[in-house]
């Protein structure tokens, strides 16, 4: 993908069989926010190369991750701010061609002049990919389509601007809906 901590995230779930719970998010968030692919899909990969599946916990994490669940995430991990990996240690286990980047590059090597990429063996597109999106307008777009669908079925918000879900007794209830998310009953942010 070119961001280390979603590359260094599926070698390792491909060479082991299991990830960090905090790089599994990681990893969702950028599935769904970034990419914009069906959770379903992260969560059905997921279940088949973890050795430690759990058919309940991986369905909720990806559904919550993909704003399906009842419990929808409230943040965006990015991948890019090295919050679940300060050191670099762990992108530099699972990416050793990055391995001698100075610790402020190893998670944003795009970031490096092209001295310091070649001091450190790096050259992007070749020894390391090129990133795959850009953040800022995936994510905008993510959050638009998110809202056009929203405001085709209005009648699944509330007053507020939650969603309203029908319990298996026919009763209603509103679940959490991000900030970001929630539309008044005129479809306006």
């Not at 100075?102 to 790096?122: C, E, F, I």
Request: a neutral charge; proline letters at 4%; charged letters at 25%.
């Amino acid at each position: 993908t070119g961001f280390p901590m979603v590359d260094a995230a599926m070698r390792q779930l491909r060479a082991v069989g299991w990830v960090p719970q905090a790089v599994r998010m990681v990893t969702a968030s950028f599935l769904v926010e970034y990419l914009r692919v069906n959770w379903i899909d992260g969560c059905e990969h997921f279940h088949d190369e973890l050795v430690d599946a759990d058919a309940a916990i991986n369905a909720m994490m990806w559904q919550n991750a993909g704003r399906s669940g009842v419990d929808q995430w409230n943040f965006v991990m990015s991948p890019e701010n090295a919050s679940q990996d300060p050191s670099g240690r762990y992108v530099r286990e699972w990416c050793p061609e990055l391995a001698k980047l100075a610790t402020k590059y190893v998670h944003r090597p795009w970031t490096a002049s092209d001295a310091t990429l070649a001091a450190a063996g790096v050259e992007l597109g070749v020894t390391y990919p090129r990133r795959i999106v850009d953040l800022a307008s995936e994510r905008a777009a993510a959050k638009d389509s998110v809202l056009a669908m929203r405001r085709a079925h209005l009648s699944k918000n509330d007053a507020n601007g939650y969603d309203v879900i029908v319990l298996p007794c026919g009763a209603t209830t509103r679940v959490f809906t991000k900030q970001e998310f929630r539309l008044k009953a005129d479809g306006s942010a």
